[in-house]
């Protein structure tokens, strides 16, 4: 019991100073950061900034440049074999023999990992269910849809028991429904699993993962929970306001409060007015335009605070990485 309590507070993914450099570019530059075991957590970035070369590094694909990386406490280049047998990997182009049928396919690939053969066929029986195959199990796999492939492909970097699913760009490709499908199955494999998944889909990330690493052009600009991002903008978060009240009288008590930094007024339907308004920052205006309303006998119809959406804080973070001279 103490050596599995142990193995468990070790990280699943522990990365130091990586770096990655080709002749004519550095694809990812002394990349830092750790993934707890049980997390979902989402790689994020745009083309080229450097999700697959790290992920490459990390399932001992491809060696680094310079830097350690460890998986579950083994190092990526002095026990590449423990650290396979711990992974699940799903590339982004999830290479499968279309020729074959889906559970010909899966028995094929847990035998190809060292599954002993009763074991195999335990397993793919666990990963048809889990992936919603069995209704295809019998089909070629050339004869499926994009997304079945991709159940097939999550199936596949299932089967051997991994501790680790490794997931580069999951839903590329996919239809609105069939993302919808495979971001709920990755959401169920993040309750027994560790899950790395890289996506430059923004609302992927959000919808799927509990922590973000955002990349940008190869460093790391950020490393949070979505929530704890979130909380880092809430200084920033406008408030909107409806109010029906004498248009002089709200524009005098806006400008007469210190708490806003900013603010704009519009006209709403009836005698209302829409305010946007943006606090000090810090500071959470909504009691105190609450409490001026009851004093006031003014009528207040919404009042909101507005929350950023991943996008927004990607586009801001990434400005500020580039302000910063990177």
């Not at 080229?48 to 990386?69: H, I, Q, V």
């Not at 990997?89 to 559970?103: A, C, F, I, S, W």
């Amino acid at each position: 019991m103490g050596e599995e309590s142990a193995q468990n507070e070790i990280p699943m993914i522990e990365v130091k100073g990586l770096t990655k450099r080709f002749k004519k570019r550095t694809a990812v530059e002394d990349l830092n950061f750790t993934v707890g075991r049980g997390k979902v957590v989402g790689f994020l970035g745009p083309n080229g900034a450097g999700k697959t070369s790290t992920m490459r590094m990390l399932s001992c694909y491809m060696p680094a440049t310079s830097g350690t990386a460890r998986v579950g406490g083994y190092n990526v280049y002095t026990n590449p074999d423990e650290v396979r047998r711990k992974i699940g990997y799903m590339p982004e182009n999830n290479p499968l023999h279309v020729d074959m049928r889906v559970r010909e396919y899966l028995k094929f690939r847990a035998r190809l990992k060292g599954m002993r053969v009763q074991d195999s066929r335990r397993r793919v029986d666990y990963v048809t269910d889990v992936c919603g195959l069995g209704d295809v199990q019998r089909k070629l796999i050339g004869h499926l849809s994009k997304g079945y492939r991709q159940r097939v492909g999550l199936a596949d970097a299932l089967v051997h028991e991994p501790e680790l699913m490794i997931l580069d760009e999951p839903t590329i490709g996919l239809d609105p429904h069939q993302i919808r499908t495979v971001r709920k199955l990755i959401k169920e494999l993040g309750k027994t699993y560790t899950v790395l998944v890289s996506s430059h889909i923004l609302s992927e990330i959000e919808m799927t993962c509990d922590e973000v690493i955002i990349i940008h052009q190869g460093r790391i600009i950020e490393a949070e929970s979505v929530e704890g991002l979130h909380a880092k903008m809430s200084s920033e978060r406008q408030v909107i306001a409806e109010i029906a009240a004498p248009r002089e009288e709200l524009m005098d008590y806006l400008e007469h409060t210190g708490e806003i930094e900013h603010f704009d007024v519009q006209p709403a339907d009836g005698e209302f007015l829409n305010c946007a308004l943006t606090p000090r920052a810090g500071f959470d205006l909504r009691p105190q335009v609450f409490q001026i309303a009851r004093e006031k006998g003014w009528q207040l119809r919404e009042l909101t605070r507005t929350r950023h959406s991943l996008e927004d804080i990607f586009m801001r973070v990434t400005r500020r990485d580039e302000e910063d001279g990177f």
